[in-house]
């Protein structure tokens, strides 16, 4: 099983208490004042929170779906510009599991192997003939590994959560979608009181 990597690189969440007590007209020093206020669903306090996340170690179809998310900035790898010299595929894991299977699964493994090896070797031909990066790039298999940095406010962080953290998300989102949630736990409690907690920490 590949697991994604995730780094938090901005965290700013100190706005959020002050922006409650704006709105309630109250001392944002008051103890629990955030966490009542998210108890009580009104997560548009969060919106004064800030962080930026560097995800890697995913491939380039779990790429496509981060990108989905709403009101977040990306930026991801550029192949048009990054020198691919070693490639990593990152495969599902239904595509691993062959290797493990039968001779006709064994058979199977070898062959998305091949494949993806292709891909690379023609890339490199591609790329001695002078064709351009951003040309060169198109016979890449979606299993390419790929890096980006996500940012945005924390109630957008929170629908996040919410909408990737679910068995109907594929596997690969789903596990980047914990790893980023697991690391905003130990950033800020309030996210302890995310729908999500218990289904991940029981």
């Known amino acids: 099983m590949t697991q994604p990597i995730v780094k938090i690189l901005t965290w700013a969440d100190g706005a959020v208490k002050h922006a409650t007590a704006e709105c309630y007209g109250i001392d944002p020093e008051t103890p629990g004042l955030v966490k009542r206020v998210v108890g009580q669903e009104h997560l548009a306090v ?34 048009r510009y990054f020198t691919i010299t070693k490639p990593n595929f990152i495969l599902p894991d239904a595509l691993r599991a062959l290797e493990q299977g039968d001779g006709v699964d064994q058979v199977l493994y070898a062959m998305v192997q091949e494949h993806l090896q292709h891909s690379f070797d023609l890339y490199e031909k591609l790329r001695e003939r002078g064709i351009l990066k951003e040309d060169a790039r198109y016979i890449f298999a979606q299993a390419i590994e790929t890096s980006m940095v996500m940012s945005g406010n924390l109630q957008m962080w929170w629908d996040f959560f919410n909408l990737r953290i679910d068995g109907r998300v594929q596997k690969e989102t789903c596990r980047v979608a914990i790893a980023i949630f697991k690391e905003f736990c130990k950033m800020d409690n309030i996210f302890k009181q995310h729908p999500k907690y218990e289904a991940i920490y029981g």
Do not use: P
């Open 46 to 79: 969060l919106r004064h929170g800030f962080a930026t996340v560097r995800i890697s170690n995913i491939s380039r179809v779990c790429g496509r779906q981060l990108l989905r998310k709403s009101h977040a900035d990306y930026l991801e790898r550029s192949q």
